[in-house]
């Protein structure tokens, strides 16, 4: 059986006081084709005056009259609606909100959580490298670079391990080389790495042996 919602319109009160509102606001579209309407109906009778009696006369009108009602009354039934669904859906959106900000404040309170997140970023930052290169370097999906970064969900603690191994190789050259020239150091292409670029080794994982190249080359 169909869960029957209930209305965002919880007062009566409330339902006619919007009500007014809208037949306030929608009068001045509607008023003019009305009186149009009434006038042909009038112009009408008037020319068929001589073929139809008073009463058939009558009847028309009221027809006329019981449809204008019955429109008027759909229009706002459904322009009331609409606006409280309006007001009802951002209310849900911002439950949402709040509730992901809790979630992402709870993730943020875990132990280790906030300092895996500035590794990640100093990674990124220090090797000019993107979410997907620094997902290839952890062996990661890169979803979990870009949610993790956002504080979005917990990194797994086997994760938290590499990005921590990662990060000390990188004060390990940082040690050595200035950080504005890292970014173009490690993209040149030398011979302590056989003709490739240190980026090479450490997308495949390999920053700590690039870390213990450097001190070696450079101490």
Do not use: W
Request: with cysteine; hydrophobic share 50%; aromatic share 6%.
């Amino acid at each position: 059986m169909k869960e029957k919602r209930p209305s965002p319109i919880r007062n009566p009160a409330d339902y006619t006081g919007a009500a007014v509102k809208v037949i306030t606001a929608i009068a001045p579209k509607y008023l003019i084709p009305f009186v149009l309407l009434s006038l042909v109906v009038c112009l009408a009778l008037f020319i068929v005056r001589e073929h139809v009696d008073a009463n058939t006369g009558l009847e028309i009108v009221a027809l006329v009259a019981v449809i204008a009602l019955v429109f008027t009354y759909v229009l706002v039934q459904y322009e009331v609606r609409l606006k409280y669904r309006g007001q009802t859906e951002e209310a849900l959106k911002k439950v949402i909100r709040e509730l992901n900000e809790r979630s992402s404040a709870s993730i943020a309170a875990v132990p280790g959580h906030s300092s895996s997140i500035a590794a990640l970023n100093r990674l990124s930052t220090h090797l000019s490298i993107s979410n997907q290169e620094l997902a290839q370097l952890l062996r990661v999906p890169p979803g979990m670079i870009v949610h993790g970064k956002s504080g979005e969900i917990v990194i797994p603690p086997e994760i938290e391990v590499a990005v921590k191994a990662a990060d000390t190789a990188l004060d390990r050259m940082l040690a050595i080389v200035r950080p504005e020239l890292l970014p173009d150091l490690v993209r040149r292409k030398v011979e302590i790495f056989h003709g490739r670029s240190a980026l090479d080794l450490i997308l495949e994982g390999r920053i700590e042996e690039v870390a213990g190249l450097y001190d070696r080359a450079f101490r």
